[in-house]
């Protein structure tokens, strides 16, 4: 999970990036007019990134530190999901503007890591009863 968060955190932060410097091969904005370079909302992707390619960072460096770097990783994650549907509800789902894009392309990535999260942590809690369960059958 570690590489997977970094890989998804530079995902996001290319996302944010290019909304900020060049937001207009991904479409119009507010008003309808070609999207214009520089309006700060763009970056968010950018910090959920961030996050996350830190949660991975630490993950790997300090595997004491992996399961609290995970588990940060994850409620990123799911700030992320919540977090890039508000402009796409607020400005009624016109996919022809570069926020709800910018805000539905970050949903779906913090929301398909998130999925992963959850599915690493069953595995990982299943994994742990059964070697708990097998030392105790072989005491």
């Known amino acids: 999970m570690p590489t997977l968060s970094v890989m998804f955190g530079v995902v996001l932060t290319a996302l944010g990036l290019v909304a900020y410097f060049n937001p207009a091969p991904l479409g119009v904005g507010k008003d309808g007019q070609p999207a214009t370079a520089g309006h700060p909302s763009g970056l968010s992707p950018v910090g959920i990134g961030a996050i996350l390619i830190v949660a991975g960072a630490v993950s ?6 992996r399961k609290h770097a995970m588990h940060a990783a994850a409620v990123v994650s799911l700030l992320g999901t919540i977090g890039g549907l ?9 996919f022809e503007e570069v926020a ?3 805000g539905l392309g970050m949903s779906v ?4 890591f998130l999925a992963m999260c ?5 595995q990982a ?3 742990r ?3 708990e369960a097998a030392a105790a059958t072989a005491v």
């Open 109 to 112: 990535l913090s929301a398909i």
């Open 60 to 65: 790997m460096s300090a595997p004491g530190a």
């Open 125 to 127: 809690r299943k994994a």
């Open 100 to 102: 709800v894009k910018v």
């Open 86 to 94: 508000v402009p796409v509800i607020l400005r009624n789902f016109r």
């Open 118 to 122: 959850v599915n690493s942590f069953i």
């Open 129 to 131: 009863k059964a070697k």
